[in-house]
């Protein structure tokens, strides 16, 4: 635990704090104010005076809620750690079509830079979030930029009274003033501006409709990407078993028919096709139960997931320490999973990391599983599109799994696999 730090140190943090929540929580108050100060200006005694000043009041709050919305985010994460995420929708794709139109997934345009900006007009408009931070942009300057702006107001009075203080009668008043006043402000300093992460907190983050709607839309990715994924690993067996042990078995089939007609005439010829029909036997037993090991490996099924990592530890070119808090008891698709998850990254290590020793640790905690792999590599892997690891993150979405990888240039690199479960 930290030591706490001096009270002149606290005040002072909390000044800027309160300065800077109470300068993004009043801009658009401040645009409103200065239209209104246009108005009288110009003159107000005629009705349709007030439409300019009304137009910009609407254009300048339509123009920097989201902006305002985004930097009281920023302050947010900054200052307190909490994320508030934005939950905007996010754009599709704009597509040219064989008739020379553009398709924005709302309207077909003439070129592509008007469908772009139909796209992001019409993407705006029926945004939720969009809706969220105009009601944020309105309450936030009458409960946090007003409670924000007391530290910075008392200071500003406080230096106004001490000022102006004289040596007598109102002097002393002013003084007295000035001192409380900025008693005030070092008090209010520390703790004002926490009143923008309560607003933010209540006000900013997504409604449960956005999140099911985020959530509906992730899923329908997952299930593409396990359709997709599904479908490869059907193809690929059905090509080990045409091209492996399909073809040695026809092959079989040719030899013990050659030796039953040659079985008469030449013994000798009829015995060495046995012998060979046997081989092949041998290897087709062999290939099949490679392919069995790569769709279900039976030590996985047999015996769990910790011992199934260890012996392939054995299996790979490296010096693999296999750490485990015990026996882990998991549904079989997400063993199968994290199997070929580390299956995959210790052969990355191997193959492409020129790494010579790989730590691996399974871990249950209260959420779930957490699988970290770490070697002693040249670093620098990344999660490229297309590639192994980017594929392995996709089969850990389908269980809400997460995948993190740390992988400076030089090494050493740690990929962290986490999987919620009972």
Wanted: proline share 6%; net charge positive.
């Amino acid at each position: 635990m930290g030591r706490e730090r001096p009270w002149i140190v606290r005040a002072g943090v909390g000044f800027w704090r309160a300065g800077a929540a109470a300068g993004v929580c009043l801009l658009l108050p401040a645009v409103w104010a200065a239209a209104v100060g246009l108005a009288v200006w110009c003159g107000a005694e005629h009705p349709w005076s007030w439409i300019g000043p009304a137009v910009i009041v609407c254009a300048g709050t339509l123009a920097l809620a989201q902006a305002v919305c985004r930097a009281v985010r920023a302050l947010v994460a900054r200052w307190t750690g909490t994320a508030i995420p934005g939950g905007y929708r996010e754009a599709g794709p704009v597509m040219q079509l064989s008739t020379g139109y553009w398709w924005n997934g709302f309207s077909y345009e003439r070129s592509r830079r008007d469908a772009v900006m139909d796209q992001r007009m019409r993407l705006w408009w029926s945004d939720p979030a969009t809706w969220r931070d105009l009601r944020f942009a309105v309450i936030a300057p009458f409960t946090a930029g007003l409670v924000a702006a007391v530290p910075p107001a008392a200071l500003a009075v406080a230096v106004l009274g001490l000022a102006g203080a004289g040596p007598a009668g109102s002097g002393a008043a002013a003084r007295l003033t000035g001192a409380g006043a900025l008693a005030v402000a070092v008090g209010a300093a520390p703790y004002a501006w926490r009143s923008l992460h309560r607003v933010a907190v209540r006000f900013l983050g997504p409604s449960s409709a956005m999140l099911l709607a985020e959530r509906v839309d992730e899923l329908t990715v997952q299930r593409a990407d396990a359709t997709v994924a599904q479908a490869a690993e059907i193809r690929r067996i059905e090509r080990d078993l045409h091209d492996g042990a399909q073809a040695r078995l026809v092959a079989l089939g040719l030899s013990l028919a050659t030796a039953e007609a040659l079985m008469d005439r030449d013994p000798e010829q009829s015995r060495a096709l046995m012998r060979e029909a046997r081989a092949g036997a041998a290897a087709s037993l062999t290939e099949l139960r490679e392919l069995i090991r790569g769709i279900s490996p039976p030590v996985l099924s047999e015996r769990g997931l910790v011992d199934a990592v260890r012996a392939l530890a054995l299996d790979v070119p490296l010096d693999v320490a296999v750490r485990a808090g015990g026996p882990l008891h998991l549904d079989p698709p997400i063993e199968s999973a994290l199997y070929f998850g580390v299956a995959e990254l210790l052969t990355n290590a191997a193959k492409h990391a020129g790494a010579n020793r790989a730590h691996v640790s399974l871990v249950r905690d209260e959420t779930g599983i957490v699988v970290e792999v770490e070697d002693d590599g040249r670093g620098g892997a990344d999660a490229r599109p297309g590639g192994g690891l980017a594929g392995l993150r996709r089969r850990l979405a389908v269980f809400d799994g997460t995948l993190a990888i740390t992988s400076p240039h030089g090494g050493p690199t740690r990929v962290r696999m986490a999987v919620p479960c009972a």
